[in-house]
């Protein structure tokens, strides 16, 4: 084992975290709405114009 698998999954968990306070789209600092599908993984992402 490595020790860069504890940060993989600590980065996991975060993400799991963040997708479970908002589960249907998540605002990243790009500025692009996250589209999760049903199996967790973003798909695509939309830009988002303000």
Known sequence: ??????????????QMADRSI??????DVAGSIAVVDSSGHD???IPVFS
């Not at 908002?22 to 605002?27: D, K, M, N, Q, V």
């Open 1 to 14: 084992m490595s020790a860069t698998i504890p940060t993989i999954l600590l980065s996991d968990a975060l």
């Open 22 to 27: 908002a589960p249907a789209r998540t605002l």
């Open 43 to 45: 798909d695509r992402r």
